[in-house]
Nanobody, 115 residues
Framework: QVQLVESGGGLVQPGGSLRLSCAASGFTLSMRSMSWYRQAPGKERELVASISSTGSSTYADSVKGRFTISRDNVKNTMSLQMNSLKPEDTAMYYC?????????WGQGTQVTVSS
């Protein structure tokens, strides 16, 4: 079965860095488009970054220049390197992919940016 498991979240001070990971099982990650979403309390879930099967990436305007999405085809994982973190980056971060009309989500990992 398809499973996505996030890790790497935690508490960090403004200006700090974190690296999130998404471990995939049940499918070959490199063959799919993968995305990171986040949801803060009282706000709707938003798309943060995506990477296509060819390796091209896109980012939300709010994280451009600070976040980098990547994948490791050997380990079948996807990562999100987050630098220069701001308090407004505080949210639950989710790994996502889809196959046909089926959507798959991870459990989420909490990122808290606070001084």
């Amino acid at each position: 079965q398809v499973q996505l498991v996030e890790s790497g979240g935690g508490l960090v001070q403004p200006g700090g860095s974190l690296r999130l990971s998404c471990a995939a099982s049940g499918f070959t990650l490199s063959m799919r488009s993968m995305s990171w979403y986040r949801q803060a309390p009282g706000k709707e879930r938003e798309l943060v970054a995506s990477i296509s099967s060819t390796g091209s990436s896109t980012y939300a305007d709010s994280v451009k220049g600070r976040f980098t999405i990547s994948r490791d085809n050997v380990k079948n994982t996807m990562s999100l390197q987050m630098n220069s973190l701001k308090p407004e980056d505080t949210a639950m971060y989710y790994c996502h992919t889809n196959r046909g009309w089926d959507n798959y989500w991870g459990q989420g990992t909490q990122v808290t940016v606070s001084s």
